[in-house]
Nanobody, 124 residues
Framework: QVQLVESGGGLVQPGGSLRLSCVAS????????MGWYRHVPGKQRDFVARITSGGSTDYVDSVKGRFSISRDNAKNTVTLQMNSLKPEDTADYYCYANGVTYYTGSRYNTRDYWGQGTQVTVSS
């Protein structure tokens, strides 16, 4: 009943910028936290950034000062602006939504969702 769809990944040179977006669709009433993880094949999925419905943000130390997360609660979207990209930022980036309250048609339910991922490659 709820889907997360990411966009904005691609290939960029070191020092460049990319903007990732994620839209949550469905009969959504509210979303508690939205954010991003990233995954490099062969390694665990790592937290990147998150933002609460009230606008509080949190980042992994390696992206502080370079990445910025924002959201539009009315549109159920979250955006990750990535600047000064480094080769070590190369990964598949996954959007997540924590505490999604949605209407099933007969009642409200709450659960977490993940997007399908978008690839970011930083290389010269």
């Amino acid at each position: 009943q709820v889907q997360l769809v990411e966009s904005g990944g691609g290939l960029v040179q070191p020092g460049g910028s990319l903007r990732l977006s994620c839209v949550a669709s469905g009969r959504i009433s509210s979303i508690s936290v939205m954010g991003w993880y990233r995954h490099v094949p062969g390694k665990q999925r790592d937290f990147v950034a998150r933002i609460t419905s009230g606008g509080s943000t949190d980042y992994v130390d390696s992206v502080k000062g370079r990445f910025s997360i924002s959201r539009d609660n009315a549109k159920n979207t979250v955006t990750l602006q990535m600047n000064s990209l480094k080769p070590e930022d190369t990964a598949d980036y996954y959007c997540y939504a924590n505490g999604v309250t949605y209407y099933t048609g007969s009642r409200y339910n709450t659960r977490d969702y993940w997007g399908q991922g978008t690839q970011v490659t930083v290389s010269s």
